[in-house]
């Protein structure tokens, strides 16, 4: 069955830089895009980007443009989340998502999430 | 970037009723919307895509209809389980975006 497992919990200062990692099984690594959603804390979801570890593309939200950077290593399976000069405002839920692979691109099977704390 | 507004934002409702949610897209989204299902501490779950597809696994009470600028979710007979918030998503230009939610307790 589809998995997408993230890392674990963390704290950071503001200005720091933060990597999420999401471990993927059961499914073909490469023929599936993979996205990252946020939620600050009560608040809905806010898509950053997408990478395709395919075809080696990655395209990021506008508003995270100068700080996401989104990787992966097809030997693990797995995707990452780097987001540089944190500021409170990043304290928020972290999901990686995997393309449905349907034309337009959407979720269908998600990580559990990862909380990242800013906090001097 | 495309703006999904919800209504209501909070709905309370009975066992065995009829709940029904709307999503309005800024521009058309033709029928590229999806719902997903999320409860307390836990990550998303797609309900419907392509505006009516329900996703495999999904129970028969939960369906989705439109197209281009309103949506519904429709659940036929609200379940206790259904205790949860409710997001609307465009999938038709990037960046997707989705609705601000709409959180539905039982009466």
């Known amino acids: 069955q589809v998995q997408l497992v993230q890392s674990g919990a963390e704290v950071k200062k503001p200005g720091a830089s933060v990597k999420v990692s999401c471990q993927t099984s059961g499914y073909t690594f490469t023929s599936y895009s993979i996205h990252w959603v946020r939620q600050a804390p009560g608040q809905g979801l806010e898509w950053m980007g997408w990478?395709?570890?395919?075809?080696?593309?990655?395209r990021y939200s506008q508003k995270f443009q100068d700080r996401v950077t989104m990787t992966w290593d097809t030997s693990a399976n797995t995707a990452y989340m780097e987001l540089s000069s944190l500021r409170s405002e990043d304290t928020a839920v972290y999901y990686c998502?995997?393309?449905?692979?349907?034309?337009?691109?959407?979720?269908?099977?998600w990580g559990q999430g990862t909380l990242v704390t800013v906090s001097s | 970037d495309i703006q999904m507004t919800q209504s209501p934002s909070s709905l309370s409702a009975s066992i065995r009723e009829r709940v029904t949610i709307t999503c309005r897209a800024s521009e058309n989204v033709r029928t590229n919307l999806q719902w997903y299902q999320q409860k307390p501490g836990k990550a998303p779950k797609l309900l419907i895509y392509d505006a009516s597809t329900s996703q495999s696994g999904v129970p028969s009470r939960f369906s989705g209809g439109g197209s281009g600028t309103d949506f519904t979710l429709t659940i036929s007979s609200l379940q206790p389980e259904d205790v949860a918030t409710y997001y609307c998503?465009?999938?038709?230009?990037?960046?997707?975006?989705f609705g601000q939610g709409t959180k539905l307790e039982i009466k």
């Open positions: 998503q465009q999938s038709y230009s990037t960046p997707q975006t």
């Open positions: 990478l395709n570890p395919g075809n080696s593309h990655t």
């Open positions: 998502g995997r393309d449905s692979g349907n034309w337009s691109p959407y979720e269908d099977y």
